[in-house]
């Protein structure tokens, strides 16, 4: 039972290229979400997906597309990569939403965008 | 949105009791307080969430007050792998339910 993986692990990126972060999770969860981290910072929503074929935006959604075609992955596109857009990545899922649902992150992708 | 308020850092000496506070003035009677912890170079994990009542499990208790303004997550003897960066996060069951707010945490430091 690998959890939650992401792929890849590091990326650099110059201003205008475009890239797909990939999370796979393992545990059948429904719900999948992607956070971004800067540092010293706490995470902030980007995108969330409450199940196959959904997706909705969360706190900091622009410059970011995302993808759920199977319930087991959830990817994070990036268009035109900006330097704004350097951060570490989190995928994280859980099962359906009550108000207790415990969140299983994934180890992150470092990006940097120059 | 309820926000918390917590230290930027604390440090704690090793198999001594860690209390770790957090403000949550403005929490409504429908928000969960949840804690979450960051290791170094990983993704964060759950740590504990209560409602009203305190609450135990096998990492941590989580001690609400009376009137949850406030709680403080308590770690009964800290070790070196605590440390890390704890956050303390409000999460509405009945509306934004699946947005969780994290805010920049309490850097625990341990001390051999």
């Known amino acids: 039972n690998a959890g939650v993986t992401q792929t890849p692990k590091f990326r650099v990126l110059k201003t205008g290229q475009s890239m797909t972060l990939l999370c796979a999770q393992d545990?059948?969860?429904?719900?999948m979400y992607w956070y971004r981290q800067d540092p010293g910072m706490g995470l902030r929503l980007i995108h969330y997906?409450?199940?196959?074929?959904?997706?909705a935006k969360g706190e900091v959604p622009d410059g970011y597309n995302v993808s759920r075609l199977k319930k087991q992955n959830f990817l994070l596109g990036l268009e035109s990569a900006a330097p704004s857009q350097t951060s570490v990545y989190f995928c994280?899922?859980?099962?359906?939403?009550?108000?207790?649902?415990?969140?299983?992150f994934g180890p992150g992708t470092r990006l940097t965008v120059t | 949105d309820a926000k918390t308020t917590q230290p930027n850092s604390m440090e704690s000496n090793e198999e001594e009791p860690v209390h770790l506070p957090c403000n949550h003035s403005?929490?409504?009677?429908?928000?969960?307080i949840h804690w979450y912890r960051q290791l170094p170079s990983q993704g964060p994990e759950y740590v504990i969430h209560?409602?009203?009542s305190n609450v135990n499990n096998r990492m941590a208790s989580l001690a609400i007050a009376e009137d949850r303004k406030s709680s403080t997550l308590i770690l009964h003897r800290a070790t070196l792998r605590d440390a890390a960066v704890y956050y303390c996060?409000?999460?509405?069951?009945?509306?934004?339910?699946?947005?969780?707010?994290f805010g920049s945490g309490t850097k625990l430091n341990v001390k051999p």
């Open positions: 403005t929490i409504s009677g429908t928000d969960y």
């Open positions: 997906s409450v199940g196959e074929g959904t997706t």
């Open positions: 996060i409000l999460r509405d069951s009945l509306e934004n339910f699946n947005k969780f707010y």
């Open positions: 545990m059948n969860h429904e719900y």
């Open positions: 209560g409602l009203t």
């Open positions: 994280a899922s859980s099962y359906q939403i009550l108000p207790f649902y415990e969140q299983y």
